[in-house]
């Protein structure tokens, strides 16, 4: 698996607009963004599929990697070149259901967890490939976002994954990320930030080269 680099952007269909989805994420691409993951939570399959074919036509050529969040029936009909992965929580499809729908497809497959015993859960699953902790900071992003983990849950989730024998998997941090607490969170052992609100809200291209100024 490529590294994330160490900022991981979400393309948030309901914040953006439909119309601006296709052109944010090309935006997150321009700015440096190594992977960004779409996320419609209200949108019907048909306006999806459709929203994802603009998006793998603006990324053609990027280094970009898309990721789609829950919609493992759709991300199914594209390419694993093109869509790389899904991004799975606790009430998803589990992540080797989600492994039969895409058969022998090389796809990652990343998983939320938002205690100490869905980090260790994830950290033994072995259709885990990515392991995502949060909300790490008080969001407004999710409106029926789990209570806050802070940096103790990335610390113990770190801990856990470094002595498993499989390949070292990416750790993300999620939730209420900002330039201005980035580094905590690197610093606490995340190998990299999914960052919503902070990328989303504004010039997304700015709001992009902010992130990753002060990840660097």
Not at 56 to 64: Q, V
Request: glycine residues 10%; charged residues 20%.
């Amino acid at each position: 698996m490529p590294p994330p680099g160490r900022v991981y952007t979400i393309a948030d269909w309901d914040l953006l607009g439909k119309d601006a989805v296709p052109a944010a994420v090309e935006a997150m691409a321009e700015a440096g963004v190594g992977w960004v993951q779409l996320r419609a939570k209200s949108v019907g399959g048909g306006d999806f599929y459709r929203t994802l074919e603009q998006i793998c036509r603006a990324l053609e050529g990027s280094d970009c990697l898309l990721w789609v969040d829950d919609r493992v029936d759709l991300a199914a009909l594209f390419p694993p070149t093109v869509v790389v992965g899904v991004h799975l929580g606790q009430r998803d499809l589990s992540a080797s259901q989600a492994r039969q729908v895409f058969g022998t497809e090389p796809r990652w497959i990343g998983w939320s967890t938002h205690n100490a015993a869905q980090g260790a859960a994830a950290v033994m699953d072995s259709a885990v490939d990515v392991v995502a902790v949060g909300p790490v900071f008080p969001t407004t992003s999710k409106t029926d976002a789990d209570p806050v983990v802070g940096l103790d849950l990335v610390r113990a989730v770190r801990r856990s994954l470094d002595p498993s024998p499989r390949p070292r998997r990416p750790l993300v941090a999620i939730g209420g990320i900002e330039p201005a607490n980035l580094g905590r969170v690197l610093d606490a052992g995340a190998d990299t930030v999914a960052v919503l609100g902070a990328a989303c809200r504004g010039d997304v291209y700015r709001n992009c080269r902010e992130l990753l100024k002060a990840a660097a």
